[in-house]
């Protein structure tokens, strides 16, 4: 009897586990998804006609396979600070940025939260123990029934399994987009933080280069004055201005700092960490068709990827959506104990005949049977408000990808059009304002020194051309910083004809 009861209990328990793994769902694949997360390079996309820029082609940026949480405390904590060179390029501190950012940190581990969901929704629910004491046994020809153990799994349409991956894969996806996109702006950030410490040294050079010129004509107007062939205002004149160009140059000192602690915090560096001078470089040139670009951004540009998943997700969600009227099946096996008992002799009278008597009571065999049952979704207004409910978000989805795509078409449109002015403004500069503000600037000067001219023309003479001059480096500098945010719309790297990149140093002739 006991090896009976064995058999049975090793049935019902054999059974439920094939309705287990037999009906399992099996887990989405996330190793495309993986494959994005941790081998991530912005893409280069070569312009036609071209997109120039610098000489030296910036290395591949990639986030590391594996990143490490800071741990919690109330002080700053920074990242293990790597050696700087000497003289880093834009290249080198988007590197960094890249590979310490706290805010790429915790979107990494967002999408690997999300990733943990596609096996959760794929897997088939936990299996169902239940078991059944009587103290009142149910008494069968075989024996009494005490006590009942039955196991069950309740399987959905394997198809709800498929969607509800599909729907959570799209959302991992959503997430390493949204991972991309914060990459994208991360550089951006870097590069007008690079470049704003690049005016502001180059602001320095052409402030202490005036300082210099001043103190040159300090001398001569005090020779002069010296000798009574000018009014002292002359001289106090000059001075006014030495004192202003050496507050000027007390000021970009101090913003200096600030844009150098801006810098570093992207880097997740102590803001006091020191910033090597960045050399000179001269003007980037860029030529493009704004249709190219915004061709580029379809394809590049994160957000848009961001969204198309979303809609790609909500297309899904319909799908399931429309699944809700069939049902889930349950199916399980039940094993039963009886235990045996004396069978019934009824009382024969003496000299009678014994009656035949059933014996089966005395065997107590145990009795097992296979279950199922299925849900009724009979409820339909809840099935049709999440229909609804999914179309809705859906259109929601569309329209934001729609308003999206225009919102980024214009971007690239506006600051195309800032750059065309700017390398515009650029030429002017270059070719016609600086050498003739230089060439009347001498000129005055020849004349004051032989008393044909006054003061006044001359220092005016002078500040237009200090003012050109601290303008053509504000314009290299919003030229240089529009282009990082065209590459950031268009979620690329443009580079001229494939090598050379528009980010660097050097000059790229057409």
């Known amino acids: 009897m006991f090896i009976k009861r064995t058999r049975a209990l090793r049935l019902a328990v054999g059974g439920s586990l094939m309705v287990f793994t037999g009906c399992a769902s099996k887990p989405h694949s996330a190793t495309s998804i993986e494959t994005a997360l941790t081998s991530w390079q ?26 490490t ?226 061709a580029l951004a379809a394809d590049g540009n994160p957000e848009l990827a961001m969204l198309r998943e979303q809609v790609q997700r909500d297309r899904q969600q319909i799908e399931l959506a429309d699944l809700g009227y069939w049902p889930d099946l349950t199916v399980g096996v039940e094993w039963s104990y009886v235990r045996g008992r004396d069978a019934f002799e009824p009382d024969v009278p003496a000299g009678a005949m014994d009656p035949p008597v059933n014996r089966s009571s005395e065997q107590g065999d145990d009795n097992w049977a296979l279950t199922m049952q299925m849900n009724l979704p009979v409820w339909s207004q809840r099935v049709e408000a999440r229909k609804r409910e999914a179309r809705q978000r859906l259109l929601a989805s569309e329209g934001d990808l729609h308003a999206t795509q225009n919102l980024v078409a214009f971007r690239i449109f506006e600051i195309w059009s800032r750059i065309e002015t700017q390398q515009h403004t650029l030429d002017v500069l270059n070719d016609e304002l600086i050498p003739q503000a230089r060439q009347t600037y001498e000129v005055s000067l020849t004349s004051y020194q032989a008393g044909n001219t006054d003061f006044l023309s001359l220092i005016d003479n002078w500040r237009r051309w200090l003012n050109f001059e601290l303008m053509r480096h504000r314009e290299t500098v919003d030229l240089h910083t529009a282009l990082a945010e065209l590459q950031r719309e268009v979620g690329m790297q443009l580079t001229q004809d494939g090598e050379k990149s528009i980010e660097g140093e050097g000059t790229i002739d057409e």
């Open 69 to 294: 949480a800071h741990s919690s405390s109330r002080t700053l904590q920074y990242a293990v600070e790597n050696s700087m060179p000497a003289q880093p390029s834009v290249e080198w501190y988007i590197g960094e940025a890249l590979a310490r950012h706290p805010a790429l940190r915790a979107a990494t581990a967002d999408v690997r939260a999300k990733l943990e969901r596609i096996p959760q929704v794929t897997s088939l629910p936990d299996p169902m123990l239940r078991s059944i004491v009587r103290p009142e046994p149910i008494q069968t020809a075989a024996g009494d029934i005490f006590f009942t153990l039955g196991v069950s799994q309740t399987i959905p349409l394997l198809t709800k399994l498929e969607l509800a991956g599909n729907v959570a894969a799209a959302e991992a996806r959503m997430a390493v987009e949204q991972l991309n996109h914060k990459r994208v702006r991360l550089i951006a950030d870097v590069e007008k933080a690079y470049w704003q410490i690049y005016l502001l040294e180059r602001s320095l050079e052409i402030t202490e280069q005036n300082r210099l010129i001043l103190q040159d004509l300090e001398r001569v107007v005090d020779a002069r004055y010296r000798v009574n062939q000018v009014a002292q205002q002359d001289l106090l004149r000059v001075q006014t201005e030495l004192a202003e160009l050496r507050d000027r140059e007390n000021r970009l000192h101090l913003r200096r700092a600030a844009a150098a602690a801006a810098l570093n915090q992207l880097m997740d560096r102590a803001p006091q960490n020191p910033i090597p001078a960045i050399a000179s470089i001269d003007t980037a040139r860029a030529d493009a068709d704004v249709e190219q670009l915004i």
């Open 42 to 67: 912005r893409p280069n996309a070569s312009l036609t006609p071209r997109l120039a820029g610098s000489a030296t082609s910036p290395t591949n940026r990639s986030a590391p396979a594996s990143q």
